[in-house]
């Protein structure tokens, strides 16, 4: 059974994909990169893609496009998103367990419940994010920038916090 949903870049520019929804069926392709653990993916572009529950632990995102992509309860353990754009995407309940996450773009995205531990999120952009319930043990903040972000406890980080809620 195949389902298909649209994949926008820029304005005018839209892909249509087949995506197996079938278990056990081969990973898809997205913009030529193919979707699955440890594979290299940097620079591509996932802006507004549904990739709910992927697994793609351990894989090279670096530079990659994904605002607004849906990533809810995806596996992106130990994948490298240094300087990602990915700001309103939905990673709601995602796992990213020791990810790298330098200077990566999360303007507005929604981490609620998401297992960030062991992250390093140092010179990233985390404005108006939503980090509710999100685990964030041992994470690397450095320099994180989280004006009017929603905290783990729920709070609403001041203007300006930078490297710790204010």
């Known amino acids: 059974m ?25 990973p898809r392709t997205i913009n030529g990169c193919r979707v699955e653990a440890a594979t290299n993916c940097s620079f591509a572009r996932f802006e507004k893609a549904d990739l709910r529950g992927v697994d793609l632990s351990d894989a090279s995102l670096h530079g990659a496009k994904m605002a607004g992509a849906d990533l809810r309860d995806a596996r992106l353990r130990g994948a490298d998103l240094q300087v990602a754009v990915a700001s309103g995407a939905d990673l709601r309940g995602a796992d990213c367990e020791g990810a790298h996450l330098f200077a990566i773009d999360l303007r507005g995205a929604r981490l609620d419940g998401a297992n960030l531990r062991g992250v390093n999120l140092q010179d990233a952009h985390l404005e108006g994010a939503s980090l509710a319930g999100a685990d964030l043990t041992g994470a690397l903040l450095g320099t994180v920038r989280l004006d009017g972000a929603t905290w783990t406890d729920g709070r609403v980080c001041a203007s300006p916090s930078q490297g710790a809620c204010r």
């Open 2 to 26: 195949t389902r298909w949903i649209l994949v926008g870049g820029r304005v005018g520019l839209f892909a249509w994909l087949g995506v197996a929804a079938a278990a056990g069926a081969e």
